[in-house]
């Protein structure tokens, strides 16, 4: 059992008191949400929903079997459940300005997949980004059964610029129109995973007509930044967006849709029946929670402080002597290669003496890694989850040297710990769940 420091208690949800009866149960779920609040949440596809977000999603909705879409379901008494799903996806049609949602997916991995299924046949080629070059398992890695159904061909980034503070290791957009013309794909994947600049829907358009293609747009990572409008919307460009609603749009972990009209019958049956059963309708109600909650002119201030603290990380882990891949970041996250802080130093090394100090995060390949994904040479760093407990640029600023600190010293365990004690004070003054942890479930903090 993990060892706690005392510091609950931390309510795990407005429900948590009902645990009382599972107290081993309840006692992890105290550990998590003890954890969430006293280290610091940096993995970059993560956030903290709203206490309103819990609500839903510990709701008594996860009771019922609502296979088929509002109005056309298989099993009876949906009539509630056909107004929560019908909530959901009008949410999300208002905040994207789509013509048409499907809120049912799992995760983001199956709406690409339902794509997939939706706009091509076995066999025909994808273009996508590479793993290694900021793009996702599902844009084709040797590793997911995406490339054992599709055909995938890669793109990546340009090279490095020469420390003249252009923005090298951009998406290579050259590359991608040649591939195109050469490989004629039927679909082309924009979108990335561990990629901090802006990603323009339109040169893939361009080139996706040029060869008559379609257009995917993975907005995973950034649907918060677009809701927010601290980032161009692809939606309308491409002609399918798939998004994850847990990331930095601060929803429940799931994954969602948007596309024309056109395509709704295709992809509402990749979803389901194609890759699902029942869908989970108390994450689908959540989701409804998390699109009004986006929607709000405090979520706007939310997603220009995210990009802002992103920057802010930036300048303080370069100005500690890491190199920030693609000379900064437009975005929630920050890509940062280890070797010229120290070339003996891994990914896999760094991320484990952070997360003793009290630092969560994840390591992440560059671009051209030489080394393996399990070990790689970089880290990948996002604000949003950090931003949503209240920090600001100053902090930003304080937790970049914190981990210069931590790093620089990782052999010396006393500075480890003074490093996690430091950690634990900063934490102290952002709790993520305030009204949790006084009791009293809230609305949220939109
Ligand atoms: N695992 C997600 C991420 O961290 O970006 C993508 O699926």
Aim: include cysteine.
């Amino acid at each position: 059992m993990t060892e706690h420091r005392g510091v609950a208690p931390f309510a795990a949800s407005p429900f948590a008191s009902w645990l009382a009866g599972d107290p081993e149960v309840a006692t992890l779920l105290a550990a998590e949400a003890e954890r969430q609040s006293t280290t610091l949440q940096l993995i970059a596809s993560e956030n903290f929903t709203s206490p309103a977000v819990l609500a839903a999603s510990g709701s008594v909705l996860t009771n019922k079997y609502a296979e088929g879409y509002p109005g056309r379901r298989y099993y009876g008494g949906n009539q509630v459940v056909d107004e929560v799903e019908d909530l959901a996806r009008q949410r999300a049609k208002d905040l994207f300005g789509a013509e048409h949602a499907n809120v049912q997916p799992h995760a983001g991995a199956i709406a690409n997949l339902a794509v997939y299924q939706a706009l091509v046949d076995p066999g025909d080629t994808i273009l996508a980004m590479r793993l290694d070059q900021g793009g996702h398992l599902t844009h084709g890695s040797p590793a997911s059964i995406t490339s054992k159904i599709w055909r995938f061909v890669s793109y990546g980034v340009t090279a490095a610029s020469d420390d003249d503070g252009r923005p090298g290791e951009v998406i290579d957009f050259d590359q991608v129109a040649d591939l195109a013309k050469r490989e004629r794909p039927k679909l082309i994947v924009a979108g990335a995973t561990a990629y901090s600049r802006q990603i323009p829907a339109e040169p893939f358009r361009d080139i996706a007509d040029s060869v008559g293609a379609r257009l995917m747009f993975d907005l995973a990572h950034p649907a918060g930044l677009v809701a927010g409008g601290a980032h161009p919307s692809p939606v309308g460009v491409a002609d399918v967006v798939t998004f994850t609603t847990h990331k930095t749009l601060r929803g429940p972990r799931g994954g969602a849709i948007v596309c024309r009209a056109e395509l709704a019958k295709a992809v509402d049956s990749a979803v389901f029946p194609g890759l699902q059963g029942g869908p989970l309708e108390h994450v689908v109600a959540a989701k409804a929670v998390a699109f009004r909650e986006a929607a709000t002119p405090a979520f706007r201030v939310y997603a220009a402080q995210v990009v802002a603290n992103a920057q802010a990380l930036a300048r303080g882990l370069a100005a500690e002597g890491f190199r920030v891949v693609s000379n900064g970041t437009e975005n929630h996250l920050v890509l940062l290669d280890l070797r010229p802080f120290d070339a003996e130093l891994t990914g896999k090394e760094a991320q484990e003496v952070l997360d003793r100090s009290g630092i969560t995060l994840n390591r992440n390949t560059i671009p051209d890694d030489p080394r393996s994904p399990f070990v790689t040479s970089g880290l990948r760093l996002g604000t949003a989850a950090q931003t949503t407990a209240g920090m600001q640029e100053a902090e930003m600023g304080a937790v970049a040297a914190l981990i210069g600190r931590a790093l620089r010293r990782r052999a010396d365990e006393a500075s480890i710990r003074a490093v996690r004690a430091e950690v634990f004070d900063l934490c102290a003054a952002f709790p993520p769940y305030p009204s949790l942890d006084a009791g009293t479930p809230t609305a949220g903090r939109t």
